[in-house]
C-alpha cells in the first residue's frame, strides 16, 4: 500500500469551500425568509418538539430528564432523544436571547445550527472527495450535496432535529473507515463517530453494521492489520460505555431499551470489541481463516445479546402496539419501502434514490476496471451498499445514502471529463453534462415533477394534504389560544408538538412511539364511537379540543365507528358537549368540552 499523497492530507482548499457554502447558505436562507414567508418555520413536528425540549432545559429541566411533561396530558411521556443535540441549541439560544428575546432567539438558532453543520458537511465531503478522486473532484463533491434534496432538507432553516448530525456523523465514519485502511489512528476516530452516532439515534445502525464490517475485513484482507481492527472495536466500546454514562444516571445503566442507547447496544459494542481483540491475537495465515475466525467470534457475541435481550430481536420499534405499527407507523410515508414511495412522492424518490443506486454501481464498475485504491473504494462500497439497503425498504434512509454516493459522483464526473479533453467531441461533452445531472437530485426533481404535473395523481394529492395544513402550524395561528390559561387539549397528533411550542398547553399526542398511550387515545377519540370519546377527554381531564381541519385524523381511518367524531364533524353534527369557541379567521377550530 502506498501512503495518502500530501495533498489530500493537508485537506481541501477551503477558499473554494467556503464560496460554496456562502452561495449554498445564501440561497437556503433566502428561500427560507421569502420563499417560505408566512409558512411555518419549525415545519416538522420533530423540529418543534426538540425546541420544546430545548427550551424546557434552559427552564431547567434536568439533564437526565427526558420527559415531556406536558405530553400524554396529564401523565407526560419520556422520548428517546439524546441532550447531545439539546445542548449545542440551548447555548445558542441563550446566547442570542439577550440581543433578541426568548421567542425570536429560538427562530435565530434555528437558522445557525443547520447552516453550522452543512459548513462541516461540506468540509468532510470535499476532504474525502480528495483523499479518493484527488483535486478535480473537490468540487463535485461540494456542489452535488446542496443539489439533494435529501441534504437541503435537512440542513435547512428550521430544521433543527437530530437528522443533520447523523448524516454528518454518517460521512464522518465512513471517511475515518476509509483513512484507517492507511491511516491506522483513524480507526480510533472511527469508532469514536460510531459510538457517538449510536448514541444520538438508532437509524444510525446500518452505518455502524458497515463500519464494524470494514474494520474485520482490514485485518481479514491484511494480517498486519490487526491493530487496526482492534483499535476500532475498543474505541467504539469505550465510547458507547461513555455515552451511556452521558445518557442515563447510574440507577438506568442496566435498564434495557430497543430503541435508544442502552445496555443491548453497549452489550453489541462489547462484543465486537472482545471479538476484534481475541481475534488479533490469534494467528491465522490464510485470508479465509480470519474471516472464520471473526464470524464465529462474531456470531457468539451477537448469540449472547440476543440470549440477553431477545426483545430486541424485531427492531428499535418491535415493542411498539401492533395496532399502531398497523394503523399508525405503516402509513407514514417517509417509513415506507423505496418502491412505494414512487406513486406517492415520485420527485423525491427518483431525485434521492437514483444518486444513491448509480453510485453503487459507479464504485463497482471501478473496483472492476481501476487498481489504484481498491481497498478504500471497497470500503466505501459497503458503506452505499449498506445505506442503499435501508433506502430500499425506507426511503427515509436515503438521507443516509447520499453523502458516501458523492465520491463515486465525483469520479465518474472526472473521468468524463478527462474523456472530453482527451477527445472533444459531442459524445463526451454529453457523457459529462449526463454526470452531473445524473447526480444533481433537484434536476431529477424538476424533471419527474414536470411530468407528474401532466397527469395528475396520487403524488399530487399528497403534496397539497400538506401544504393545507401548514396553516395551522404558524405562530399566528396559536396567538389566541397562548393567551389562555394553561389547559390540557386533545388535538390531532401532528399538531400537538406546535401548541407545546407555541403555547403553555399540555396536550393528549406528538408522533412519538414512546407516547404510545397518548397516540393510541388521539386515534380512539377521532374513530371510536362518540360515547367513548367523552370518556377518554373526562379521563384525562380535557378542557379543550384543537383541530386542524386539513388533518388525517378528521378523515378518520377506514374501521372508523358511524358515530365516530370524524363522520361527526364532517357532517357538522359535532355533539353538544363541545362548544365552539373558534375566532372567524383562524385556521384552528377549538372547542370547549363543557361539563357533562
Known amino acids: ?71 400524554n396530558t396529564p401523565f407526560g411521556a419520556e422520548i428517546h432523544w439524546s441532550r447531545l443535540i439539546d445542548l449545542p441549541l440551548a447555548l445558542l439560544v441563550m446566547a442570542f436571547t439577550p440581543f433578541l428575546g426568548a421567542d425570536l432567539a429560538l427562530v435565530a438558532a434555528g437558522y445557525v445550527w443547520p447552516m453550522l453543520l452543512l459548513l462541516v458537511l461540506l ?26 434534496p435529501a441534504i ?22 465512513a471517511w475515518a473507515g476509509v483513512e484507517s485502511i492507511r491511516r491506522p489512528r483513524f480507526a480510533v476516530l472511527g469508532g469514536l463517530f460510531a459510538a457517538t452516532a449510536l448514541a444520538i439515534a438508532t437509524e444510525s445502525l446500518p452505518t455502524i453494521g458497515a463500519a464494524i464490517l470494514v474494520a474485520g475485513l482490514i485485518w481479514v484482507f491484511d494480517s498486519t492489520r490487526a491493530a487496526t481492527m482492534r483499535h476500532f472495536g475498543l474505541a467504539f466500546a469505550l465510547g458507547s460505555m461513555a455515552h451511556l454514562a452521558i445518557f442515563r444516571l447510574p440507577s438506568r445503566w442496566f435498564e434495557p431499551a430497543c430503541d435508544v442507547l442502552s445496555p443491548v447496544y453497549v452489550g453489541v459494542a462489547l462484543a465486537v470489541a472482545a471479538a476484534f481483540t481475541i481475534a488479533s491475537f490469534i494467528p491465522a495465515r490464510a485470508a479465509w481463516q480470519r474471516l472464520l475466525i471473526l464470524g464465529l467470534l462474531g456470531a457468539a457475541g451477537m448469540a449472547l445479546v440476543a440470549v440477553l435481550y431477545p426483545q430486541c430481536l424485531k427492531g428499535p420499534y418491535g415493542e411498539l402496539d401492533p395496532w399502531l405499527q398497523a394503523n399508525w407507523i405503516a402509513g407514514i410515508i417517509e417509513a415506507k419501502p423505496w418502491t412505494s414511495t414512487i406513486s406517492e412522492l415520485p420527485a423525491y424518490a427518483v431525485a434521492v434514490g437514483v444518486p444513491a443506486l448509480l453510485g453503487t454501481l459507479v464504485v463497482l464498475y471501478r ?43 465525483a469520479w465518474l464526473i472526472v473521468a468524463a471529463r478527462q474523456r472530453y479533453l482527451a477527445s472533444p467531441r459531442l459524445a463526451g461533452i454529453a457523457g459529462l453534462i449526463l454526470s452531473w445531472l445524473a447526480f444533481s437530485g433537484i434536476v431529477l426533481a424538476l424533471v419527474v415533477a414536470a411530468t407528474v404535473n401532466l397527469f395528475p395523481g396520487r403524488a399530487q394529492q399528497v403534496a397539497e394534504a400538506r401544504a393545507d395544513k401548514e396553516p395551522c402550524l404558524v405562530p399566528s395561528a ?49 374513530n371510536d364511537p362518540i360515547a367513548d370519546a367523552r370518556a377518554i377527554l373526562t379521563a384525562r381531564g380535557i378542557g379543550l379540543v384543537v383541530l386542524c381541519p386539513a388533518m388525517a385524523e378528521l378523515r378518520g381511518l377506514p374501521s372508523r365507528a358511524e358515530d365516530s367524531l370524524a363522520n361527526l364533524y364532517a357532517k357538522g353534527e359535532v355533539p353538544a358537549w363541545l362548544q365552539d369557541v373558534s375566532l372567524p379567521d383562524s385556521p384552528l377550530k377549538v372547542f370547549a368540552v363543557l361539563p357533562d
Open 1 to 71: 500500500m502506498t501512503s495518502p499523497s500530501p495533498t489530500s492530507s493537508r485537506g481541501p482548499d477551503l477558499r473554494i469551500v467556503a464560496a460554496v457554502f456562502a452561495v449554498a447558505a445564501i440561497i437556503l436562507v433566502v428561500r427560507a425568509v421569502v420563499g417560505r414567508a408566512g409558512l411555518p418555520f419549525f415545519a416538522d413536528t420533530d423540529d418543534a418538539m426538540r425546541m420544546v425540549m430545548v427550551r424546557e432545559f434552559i427552564q431547567g429541566q434536568g439533564w437526565y430528564d427526558l420527559t415531556a411533561h406536558r405530553l
Open 123 to 148: 468540509w468532510l465531503s470535499a476532504r474525502l472527495a480528495l483523499r479518493l478522486v484527488g483535486p478535480e473532484g473537490v468540487l463535485p463533491a461540494l456542489i452535488l450535496p446542496v443539489l439533494s
Open 152 to 173: 437541503t432538507a435537512e440542513f435547512t432553516p428550521g430544521r433543527v432535529d437530530h437528522h443533520g448530525v447523523v448524516i454528518l456523523l454518517t460521512l464522518a465514519v
Open 367 to 409: 473496483l472492476w476496471k481501476v487498481e489504484t485504491d481498491r481497498p478504500e473504494w471497497a470500503a466505501l462500497l459497503v458503506f452505499l451498499v449498506f445505506a442503499a439497503v435501508i433506502m430500499l425498504a425506507q426511503v427515509r434512509g436515503a438521507r443516509l445514502a447520499i453523502m458516501p454516493a458523492m465520491p463515486a459522483a
Open 478 to 526: 396559536f396567538a389566541d389560544l397562548a393567551a389562555l390559561p394553561p389547559e390540557r387539549i386533545m388535538s390531532p397528533i401532528d399538531l400537538g408538538a406546535h401548541i407545546m411550542l407555541y403555547t403553555p398547553h399540555e396536550v393528549v399526542a406528538a408522533p412519538y412511539h414512546r407516547n404510545q398511550q397518548g397516540v393510541r387515545d388521539a386515534f380512539r377519540f377521532f
